[in-house]
């Protein structure tokens, strides 16, 4: 009789885990501009070693798609080779018995939409369209188009004010980025193939941190021409800056008394420094950008139609400051306030008494976050963030997910608010929030909560804080014949706004709600547009040279994080969170850095 034994990995199935190991980091580490073919193929032909082999769709029609894959690849498809593709594909996803068909023919099929150009280009052309344009991963990535891999060479050689002056050749806010960007670039770092991204967001800011001053870049000829820009947040500011190198004159309407936008009236002190902002803005306005502040453009005192015909172009650069309604009982009651409102009037110096209240913060974004650890700040005695999706699912950055549990903020997942219980004098007592059940995974590709068959619980509290999204107040543009759509402007990708004659709109005002870096770019482009709008064809350089690459070997090696500080008493500390990297940390994390504009994608 058989007996029982302990069960202990062969050396097979530990290299076979060290390979699915290796398959992750370099999927992770897949770079844009690669054959979607080629990486469609690819992820079929693992979906097909992965299936039990028991029902024919999977083992037979998934290998007949790799066949015909294979085949475009190959130059020998023909034009019908598309439709019958498509047609097996749709069989499989129809009939296999088990997800793992279901997904891999769903895949082709998207891929047959997604990016048929390029199924094309193989079949009529016999070329991949990935193989004539392939960018460097990190650059690609980031929505400014800063040259990472330039700069980090810069500091590596100890020349930070050089570095940040490449940095500002593409994006004006180094500063800013150093501290608060989502770092998109890292997301496809190839350093993820040898160990871990390399830490691009710490390194600029180290650079900023230790550049020093550094004079404006000199500005082209006069051209004579006059921009407005409506809004002083960071993607009209980037406008400014830039039209203004261009010769250009550039004049930013803010409705504020200080520039910033939501960097100001929406970060705290504690992820952003007042003066580090204020360094970044004044590095600007040096350049030669002038200001028109406590003025709203659609108000009482000056519409659009006005600047539109004293201005050459106007650039509306609008942000997302307005708050959205939960629409649920109570809501209108005292104590119930949106974050962004709070965010904003922390910002202009109207700071509320928390002081020993109970607080509850509904929503998973960074703005949740940032109301949750500042609601801390002022002394809460406890603040619990209510959020109707998983952790996993939070739109916040992870870092700011496990800062805010780290400062003594309890989140509270899959709960969805039902109601407000208001007390006799009219005021917030509690949040009623109904348990979700996670569900099936909408076109977000997250999982869309439902409600679970279990009673909603009560959360006393003294104040709800509101941070389920932004919208944007474009009702005064709306009545200057600016076309919206869902209260967001409609532009064409150039920023151009059709039918307006010389309007142009991008940032938040365009897309929603969305990142300093995001709304850098928009800037970026629409000062290019309106450059070519008004007859000239201007281009930014930087006379910095960036050092050659290095022969060296880069074995694997761990990645350097920014650490917090310890924060013994979170009342009244809005003191900066994380420390920058010193020097050592700072050389051995740009050690690391592949220097893919030369390797494998440039020389």
């Not at 990995?9 to 992770?28: F, G, N």
């Not at 690459?549 to 990645?559: K, W």
């Not at 310890?566 to 700072?586: H, K, N, Q, R, S």
């Amino acid at each position: 009789m058989s007996r029982l034994d302990i069960k202990t990995p062969d050396r097979a199935q530990m290299v076979v885990e060290q390979l699915y190991h290796d398959m992750e980091r370099r999927i992770a580490a897949s770079p844009p501009g690669l054959c979607p073919v080629d990486m469609a193929l690819n992820f079929l032909n693992l979906c097909h070693a992965q299936t039990c082999g028991k029902c024919v769709p999977c083992r037979v029609g998934l290998a007949q798609l790799s066949t015909l894959l294979t085949d475009v690849l190959d130059g020998r498809a023909k034009p019908r080779h598309m439709q019958i593709i498509a047609d097996t594909a749709r069989s499989i996803e129809e009939t296999a018995s088990c997800a793992i068909g279901q997904h891999a023919a769903r895949l082709v099929l998207n891929g047959l939409k997604g990016f048929a150009d390029d199924y094309w280009e193989h079949i009529n052309h016999h070329r991949c369209l990935g193989s004539l344009e392939n960018p460097v991963p990190c650059v690609a990535l980031c929505p400014a188009g800063v040259d990472i891999p330039g700069y980090i060479a810069l500091i590596r050689a100890g020349r930070c004010a050089d570095a940040v002056r490449l940095i500002r050749k593409d994006n004006p806010f180094p500063a800013v980025c150093g501290y608060v960007c989502e770092h998109p670039c890292e997301a496809r770092c190839r350093r993820h193939m040898v160990d871990d991204a390399v830490n691009i967001c710490g390194i600029k800011r180290y650079a900023v941190d230790h550049a020093g001053p550094i004079e404006p870049p000199p500005c082209a000829e006069p051209t004579g021409k006059k921009v407005a820009i409506v809004g002083g947040g960071p993607g009209g500011l980037t406008a400014a800056y830039f039209l203004t190198l261009m010769g250009h004159r550039a004049v930013v309407y803010e409705q504020r008394h200080k520039l910033g936008g939501m960097l100001r009236y929406g970060i705290p002190d504690y992820r952003l420094p007042p003066d580090v902002l204020d360094k970044d803005i004044q590095y600007i306005l040096d350049t030669g950008v002038e200001t028109v502040m406590d003025t709203e453009v659609g108000g009482p005192d000056l519409s659009l139609d006005q600047l539109k015909a004293q201005y050459d172009a106007v650039y509306i650069s609008i942000g997302a400051h307005d708050d959205k309604k939960l629409r649920i009982p109570g809501e209108d009651s005292q104590g119930v306030v949106s974050a962004v409102r709070m965010l904003r009037d922390i910002g202009e110096g109207r700071v509320p008494d928390l002081a020993g209240k109970r607080v509850v913060v509904i929503g998973g974004g960074n703005v949740a976050m940032d109301a949750t650890r500042t609601s801390l700040r002022l002394g809460a005695a406890h603040v619990t963030c209510v959020y109707r999706r998983r952790v996993e699912d939070m739109t916040a950055l992870p870092e700011e997910v496990d800062e805010a549990k780290a400062e003594g903020g309890e989140i509270l997942p899959l709960h969805a608010p039902d109601h407000i219980e208001v007390d006799e004098n009219g005021r917030a007592a509690a949040l009623w929030a109904q348990p979700q059940l996670i569900g099936r995974v909408g076109r977000d590709g997250r999982p869309a909560p439902q409600k679970a068959a279990t009673p909603p619980v009560r959360i006393p509290c003294d104040y709800v804080i509101v941070a389920i999204g932004q919208a944007i107040h474009s009702k005064p543009f709306e009545e200057g014949g600016i076309g919206t759509r869902w209260g967001a402007i409609q532009a064409e990708s150039s920023s151009f706004v059709p039918g307006s004659g010389n309007v142009f709109a991008g940032g938040d005002a365009v897309s929603g709600p969305a990142t300093v870096i995001r709304a850098v770019a928009a800037g970026k482009v629409a000062a290019d547009n309106i450059d070519s709008f008004l007859g000239y064809h201007h281009t930014i350089t930087v006379d910095v040279e960036v050092p050659a690459p290095q022969l060296t070997n880069t074995p694997a090696c761990g990645r350097v994080n920014l650490r917090s500080r310890p924060i013994e008493a979170i009342a009244g500390d809005f003191g900066l969170v994380t420390d920058g990297m010193t020097e050592e940390e700072c050389q051995q994390e740009c050690s690391r850095c592949l220097r893919c504009d030369h390797f494998g994608y440039g020389i």
